[in-house]
């Protein structure tokens, strides 16, 4: 089984640019996030979807953009990249009606922003 | 704002020596987790307690949970050097949506 599969897995940006985080969970989870990783800072929480159609905004929306397509996937969009949005980013999924609330995680996908 | 806090950030230990690590939080909550982290990898889900609990056991590990001070530890006994990795802990939110990390712990484990 693959679980939670992220793409691309490094990607350097210039400021303006844009790009497209994808994500794709093969274990029929209702329940979708991603997360960035700074030194120091933990995982914080920026867009969440609880169910395929639904999004929900978390910690540190700002900058940007996220769709649910269907049930496996789940992108995140960067419309115009900054410096600060050099990170991390960790896409994951969880079955919470199993109630048993583990989070299954990507490898993670490295950005930089110049 | 994060809930949770993991004391210490960093902890260098022998194999074969027990490793606690701790963690605080601030609002009520429904269960905690905690996980780990190899360098350059994913967050892979160790164990989850529920706020009823006070003590959970999985193989080596042990966490108990003290919803009195809004508190669990994270015990690993007899390290072994692959248990060197960052540990985190997670509690839920009020809906039970979201999953609010800690900075970390970073375990070192020499051997």
């Known amino acids: 089984n693959a679980g939670v599969t992220q793409t691309p897995k490094f990607q350097v940006l210039k400021t303006g640019q844009s790009m497209t985080l994808q994500c794709a969970q093969d274990?029929?989870?209702?329940?979708m996030y991603w997360y960035r990783q700074d030194p120091g800072m933990g995982l914080r929480l920026i867009y969440y979807?609880?169910?395929?159609?639904?999004?929900d905004k978390g910690e540190v929306p700002n900058g940007y953009n996220v769709s649910r397509l269907n049930k496996r996937e789940f992108s995140l969009r960067l419309e115009s990249a900054a410096p600060s949005q050099t990170s991390v980013y960790f896409c994951a999924s969880s079955d919470l009606r199993a109630n048993t609330g583990e989070l299954f995680f990507g490898e993670g996908s490295r950005l930089t922003v110049l | 704002s994060q809930q949770g806090e993991e004391d210490p950030q960093a902890l260098s230990i022998q194999e074969g020596e027990n490793a606690t690590m701790n963690c605080s939080y601030k609002?009520?909550?429904?269960?905690l987790q905690w996980y780990r982290q190899n360098s350059g990898r994913g967050l892979v889900h160790l164990i989850l307690i529920r706020s009823n609990e006070r003590e959970k056991h999985s193989g080596r590990l042990r966490v108990t949970l003290d919803t009195s001070k809004k508190s669990s530890s994270l015990l690993i006994t007899a390290s072994r050097a692959a248990d060197t990795a960052s540990y985190f802990c997670?509690?839920?939110?009020?809906?039970?949506?979201?999953?609010?990390f800690g900075p970390g712990t970073r375990l070192s484990v020499l051997p």
């Open positions: 979807s609880a169910s395929e159609g639904t999004t």
């Open positions: 997670a509690t839920d939110d009020n809906y039970g949506q979201n999953f609010v």
């Open positions: 609002t009520s909550i429904n269960n």
């Open positions: 274990m029929n989870h209702n329940s």
